[in-house]
Nanobody
Framework: QVQLVESGGGLVQTGDSLRLSCAAP??????????MAWFRQASGKQRDFVAA????????LYADSVKGRFTISRDNAKNTVYLQMNNLKPEDTAVYYC???????????????????WGQGTQVTVSS
């Protein structure tokens, strides 16, 4: 059973915007009770934390590299988490992954090993 499905990636130019979506269609975990996050992995590099959001959405955490440009949000009625990306730069090029941490005690965990479920990833390419 697929737990997380990302969409919204694509090829854009420097300065453009994209909004990624991540839906949790299954019942493996209770979405509204689960911290969610976005990570990204550029070619040949490790997977890096991008942003996390608490169960209710009242707390968020961002990597310094995206702070002020990216916004994470969630709609618990739709079992969906979003990543609004503005003022994109070539260094934002990566595969973006959505992740869920149903067993986390932290409101906004940033360590990949804390996350139990992962999506398949969506490619974001920013041309200069």
């Amino acid at each position: 059973q697929v737990q997380l499905v990302e969409s919204g990636g694509g090829l854009v130019q420097t300065g453009d915007s994209l909004r990624l979506s991540c839906a949790a269609p299954g019942r493996t975990f209770t979405f509204r009770s689960t911290p969610m996050a976005w990570f990204r992995q550029a070619s040949g590099k490790q997977r890096d934390f991008v942003a996390a959001i608490s169960r209710t959405g009242d707390t968020t955490l961002y990597a310094d590299s995206v702070k002020g440009r990216f916004t994470i949000s969630r709609d618990n009625a739709k079992n969906t988490v979003y990543l609004q990306m503005n003022n994109l730069k070539p260094e934002d090029t990566a595969v973006y992954y959505c992740a869920a941490a149903p067993l986390s005690y932290s409101a906004v965990p940033r360590t990949p090993t804390t996350y139990t479920y992962w999506g398949q990833g969506t490619q974001v390419t920013v041309s200069s």
